[in-house]
């Protein structure tokens, strides 16, 4: 699994009332307070984080993102037998 990057645009309800109008007038009025993470859908795979970065944008509502990285820590005996190449080594 590589990172998750969800956008943080400020309150759920704004972010409905653009997206769904009419289901939005249906729904009472909730604290607009808050953020919603807004998943960013298929991040491309990445070397490194920094580049990851470097090349995302958000549109202007969006005031900051939520970055979360899976990391899995194999015990020493599990890397003995991993292919020397970094890519190789990463699909075994």
Do not use: C, F, K, N
Not at 26 to 45: F, I, M, N, W
């Amino acid at each position: 699994m590589g990172p998750a990057a969800p956008a943080l645009r400020p309150g759920a309800h704004s972010l409905l009332r653009d997206r769904e109008p009419a289901l939005a007038t249906q729904l009472r009025t909730p604290d607009d307070e808050g953020y919603t993470a807004v998943e960013q859908e298929r991040l491309p795979p990445t070397p490194d984080l920094e580049s990851l970065l470097g090349r995302m944008a958000w549109p202007p509502d969006v005031e900051g993102v939520a970055l979360a990285i899976e990391r899995i820590v194999v015990p020493p005996e599990a890397e003995r037998d991993l292919p020397e190449d970094r890519r190789e080594a990463t699909d075994a």
